[in-house]
């Protein structure tokens, strides 16, 4: 009963009855706390019965609020015998089962949790979630370095600008896009550092021979120049606070007022739209033989200061060259003399071309010729080499049958024998050699087979073997799971607040499962050996009443003739009757006593109502709701 | 001499697992030859792919002997035991498909019944020493019986001037000037039909060696061809020699004649290729005219125009015609014509430099 009442109280105070913190048994209750109690529970229960739990003072509404109450755990499904006495009268064992029957009823709270998806789910994100706090943050352009990017150029041109307005643009700027559209994305970097360095070469002063005007170079680009070691490349040390152009002009060195290298031309152009371009430069030619390159020089010379003639339409930057500078004022009539001098090296070289053109032909023909013969002896050997195969062949042959001509019949017979020997001889070796093949043959043939054999059962066990793999992958990657879950579970577990534990419960469950048993036990054997008792009783009374029928019988017949016998039968007779008398008194003691016990039973019970303190109470509440009643007659008259 | 010109015999079988032997032969073969053999040889090839099916007869040059293979399936009941496949294959030094045809015919059946290779050892011997031998079937094989003129004749060139129209003179160009041509089908009969068929062009050479009618892509063969000065080529594959290897392209399976670019100086057309064009149109659409008439008819042309440049030329001292360049260049001709003339006189060694 102590188990059963700590239950109770122990729900009772997971939903709210504080009262009944303390308390370790149902006697303890008081009428107030039943009812707040059970309308508590009811609330639980039933969300929509609406009673407040605080037992009201007034009879007439207690006796209300009781009724309500009973009549809702009927609702419910209480199947006790349950009236407005039970709460204002509350009898234990009474109280005891409504409450027992209302904390059965309550909604169960979910212990257990269900192996849902959510669960799983949910469950996953707090691992990851733990997993990615434990780590530090790294914005994602500082993850690890994707591989280099291989080390591709390609050509990239760089318009020069117009001089003055961005808006107007030259030929060049229309012509070429942006560079980072001329080439791939990949290669843009390493084109742009190999056209930076080409032009650097190009405008340092210490690898190139400069003209006299020193705006042309024909650059001799030696290996040398390619060496960083080479003092006049490495810039001194720039400080870091310089500006654009202070680093421009630290780089390109003493460039600036004579070889302007093209980035500073351009950066000028770009920021600055007042300077003069003195001169311009063209871009790097590669070296011609020297009489050319002399050449060039005066007609590029003669060139900057003249509009561009229809011989030179490369892609001519100089678009702006009318713009001339004020030096060129100055060596105007020294170009008139070189116009005509240029004239004359013009005719000459045309000569020269057309003189080099002609014994090109001429040499054309000569290697056509060269070539025909080159055919003709190729095919001259090819027939020579055959034909003498061939009589060398039939010289031999010749010379052999030469030898034999003497005794040509003989000789003729003597081959013919010779020749039928030798095919006998052969077709003899053949059938030996056969012997000794077709076993060889055989032995091949069935070692092929069984190779193959055997790779198939190798195949089939390298099968097996990754099947196997695989599966204790599985089992393996399996089992960590579970051992996660596991871990988790058991932290889960530890965490959950132990209430009044379920293993006490299900300890006393087991016990009493286990005694009642024993008691069936115990009342089998008692039902047994009653009924062997009364077995043996009515195999007595069987018994007896026989003996005395025969008895009777026998002393009946003598009893006729006989006193002495009917006496003896009188005698029977009366003890057999009062045999019968004793075993009645003896039943009905037994009845008697069964009754006994019973009243006992029963008087326990009705004490336990207390039905005296009751009709006490129930007589004073009569009396206090009869004043009631006529007070509220009262009032309602003087109203 | 034609007895000798058996050089060696050899027997490939398949068995049942699949598994490919040179299982005999006789006297011996190189480990060239033989592997030259089996790559020609089509139990040597993929049975899944097309090539599988069996070719029953096939021949091909290599190195100036002629190979001829026979397959043929062994039927039941035979004594050769877990052989599905074998071939029979004789090399020779002459070109005569249709005599090792009959020939590799009787070893096979000799060796289909006897599964005895010295049966076989037997009828060779015979064939090399006396010049017959015995069929199975109560016949006898005469070696005589099979002239190389007939060889040579046998196959249509009437039909393969037919195929190409009159494209062909770029055809009896090539060979005339000993240039190297392509030829390629995809069905290998048909193909060695074409290719032994145009030599024929050339009849007054009487020279079937520069004929290879069956090249496949392997180094072996590719780089004995390549050292050669002229050839006609047979592949069933296409892209078996670069561009730079041919003069001349023969797309058979389509009737195309492709020239390649180095070769189309020599082979520019003038007026006497019109004539022998005509006429051997002419003679090839004229049903009524043999193969025999249609070769000869060509080689009369062809002997037309020997006569013609011989008549360009000189007698030296030793009486042969010799014709030198300016000989050639003094009458005037079209230059084309003067280039084929000349390149006529070199291919048949009647020219001589200064």
């Known amino acids: ?639 | 001499m034609e007895l000798s010109s058996l050089q060696a015999v050899g027997i490939v079988e398949k068995d049942t697992d699949n598994g490919l032997m040179w299982t005999w032969t006789y006297p011996s073969l190189t480990a060239d030859q033989k592997e030259y053999a089996l790559s020609k040889c089509c139990l040597s090839w993929d049975i899944k792919t097309e090539k599988g099916k069996i070719v029953p007869f096939v021949f091909s040059q290599y190195r100036k002997q002629w190979y001829y293979v026979f397959t043929m399936a062994t039927s039941e009941p035979t004594a050769l035991k877990s052989v599905t496949f074998f071939s029979i294959i004789l090399v020779g030094n002459d070109f005569n498909p249709e005599k090792y045809a009959v020939l590799t015919r009787i070893l096979s059946k000799y060796y289909e019944e006897s599964a005895n290779p010295v049966r076989i050892l037997e009828q060779y011997l015979m064939v090399v020493t006396k010049g017959v031998c015995q069929s199975n079937s109560n016949g006898v094989f005469k070696v005589n019986s099979f002239s190389s003129q007939k060889a040579f004749t046998t196959a249509s060139l009437k039909d393969v001037i037919n195929t190409f129209g009159i494209q062909s003179i770029l055809l009896y160009t090539a060979i005339l000037l000993k240039m190297k041509v392509l030829v390629y089908h995809s069905k290998l009969e048909l193909l060695l039909e074409i290719t032994r068929a145009l030599p024929a062009l050339a009849w007054h050479r009487q020279d079937w060696s520069v004929v290879y009618p069956w090249v496949q892509d392997r180094q072996q063969e590719l780089n004995a061809v390549r050292k050669l000065p002229h050839y006609v080529v047979g592949c069933t594959v296409e892209n078996v020699l670069t561009p730079d290897d041919f003069d001349l392209y023969v797309n058979a399976e389509d009737g195309t004649i492709t020239v390649s670019p180095h070769a189309k100086e020599s082979l520019t057309m003038g007026k006497l290729h019109k004539d022998v064009a005509k006429k051997m149109v002419e003679l090839a659409e004229n049903e009524t005219v043999t193969n025999q008439q249609f070769i000869a008819g060509i080689a009369e042309k062809t002997t037309e125009l020997l006569e013609k440049l011989s008549s360009l030329g000189s007698e030296n001292s030793a009486g042969e015609t010799i014709i030198s360049p300016d000989h050639i260049k003094s009458k005037d001709l079209h230059p084309n014509t003067e280039t084929f003339l000349m390149n006529l006189a070199i291919a048949e060694r009647l020219l001589k430099f200064d």
């Not at chain 1, 229960?45 to 009201?56: A, C, E, L, T, V």
């Not at chain 1, 020997?421 to 070692?447: C, D, F, T, Y």
């Not at chain 1, 006193?563 to 008697?592: M, P, R, W």
């Open chain 1, 1 to 639: 009963m102590e188990e059963v009442d700590q239950i109770i109280i122990g729900s009772l105070l997971n939903i709210g009855c504080e009262f009944a913190e303390g308390m370790t048994s149902l006697k303890q209750f008081t009428t107030e706390n039943v009812v707040e109690a059970t309308v508590k529970c009811l609330r639980i229960i039933n969300p929509d019965y609406k009673m407040s739990h605080i037992f009201p003072p007034g009879m007439s509404a207690r006796f209300r609020v009781g009724t309500s109450i009973a009549n809702t755990c009927k609702s419910i499904g209480y199947q006790g015998d349950i009236g407005y006495q039970t709460f204002l009268y509350s009898a234990e064992r009474d109280v005891r089962q409504i409450f027992m029957f209302l904390v059965e009823k309550l909604p169960r709270k979910e212990g257990v949790k269900e192996d849902t998806e959510s669960n799983v789910l949910q469950r996953r994100i707090g691992q990851v979630l733990r997993e990615k706090c434990s780590t530090m943050w790294m914005p994602f352009y500082c993850k690890p370095l994707i591989e280099g990017v291989p080390f591709r150029t390609q050509p990239l041109f760089i318009p020069k600008y117009s001089k003055g307005h961005r808006n107007s643009k030259s030929q060049d700027e229309k012509k070429y896009d942006y560079i980072h559209r001329q080439v791939e994305h990949d290669e843009l970097t390493p084109s742009l550092l190999e056209l930076n360095c080409s032009q650097l070469i190009a405008a340092s002063p210490t690898i190139g021979k400069t003209s006299k005007q020193g705006d042309m170079k024909t650059t001799k680009v030696t290996k040398e120049a390619f060496h960083w070691k080479d003092k006049s490349m490495v810039p001194d040390a720039i400080p870091f606070d310089s500006s654009l152009d202070e680093v421009i002009q630290i780089v390109t060195g003493q460039s600036l007022k004579t070889n302007r290298s093209r980035f500073a031309h351009a950066k000028d152009l770009q920021f600055t739209t007042d300077k003069h371009k003195p001169l311009q430069i063209r871009p790097v030619i590669p070296q011609k033989p020297s009489h050319l390159a002399k050449l060039e020089n005066k007609e590029i010379d003669g060139e900057h200061l003249t509009p561009p003639t229809k011989d030179r339409t490369q892609d001519d930057p100089t678009s702006s060259v009318d713009e001339a500078s004020s030096s060129a004022d100055v060596a105007k009539d020294q170009e008139e003399l070189e116009e005509i001098r240029f004239q004359r090296e013009e005719d000459e070289m045309n000569k020269m071309i057309s003189d080099v053109v002609e014994d090109e032909e001429k040499y054309k023909e000569d290697l056509k010729m060269v070539e025909m013969s080159m055919k003709q002896i190729v095919v001259n050997t090819q027939e020579l080499e055959s034909t003498n195969e061939e009589r060398i062949k039939q010289v031999k042959l010749k010379e052999k049958t030469l030898k034999l001509l003497p005794n040509a019949e003989e000789n003729m017979e003597k081959l013919k024998a010779m020749v039928d020997a030798s095919s006998q001889r052969l077709v003899e070796l053949g059938k030996l050699w056969e012997e000794k093949r077709i076993p060889l043959v055989a032995e091949i043939r069935r070692l092929k087979q069984s190779k193959t054999e055997t790779e198939f059962d190798a195949e089939r066990k390298v099968e097996e073997i990754r099947l196997l793999r695989s599966r204790m992958k599985d089992v393996s990657e399996e089992t960590k799971q579970k051992d996660q879950l596991i871990k988790q579970l058991k932290t889960e577990l530890d965490s959950v607040k132990r209430d009044i534990s379920r293993q006490s419960y299900t300890r006393r469950i087991l016990e009493i499962v286990a005694s009642i048993h024993k008691q069936k036990q115990e009342i089998q054997r008692v039902i047994e050996d009653v009924k062997l008792v009364q077995k043996t009783m009515n195999k007595l009374k069987g018994r007896a009443n026989r003996t005395f029928s025969a008895a009777d019988e026998v002393i009946f017949r003598d009893a006729k003739q006989d006193e002495g016998s009917k006496q003896a039968y009188k005698y029977l007779v009366s003890l057999h009757d009062n045999c019968a008398a004793l075993l009645k008194t003896v039943e009905e003691t037994g009845l008697i006593m069964r009754e006994i016990r019973d009243l006992e039973g029963q008087i326990d019970i009705e004490i336990g109502k207390n039905a005296e303190e009751n009709l006490e109470k129930i007589l004073k509440d009569y009396k206090e709701v009869k004043r009631e009643n006529a007070e509220m007659i009262k009032k309602l008259k003087k109203k």
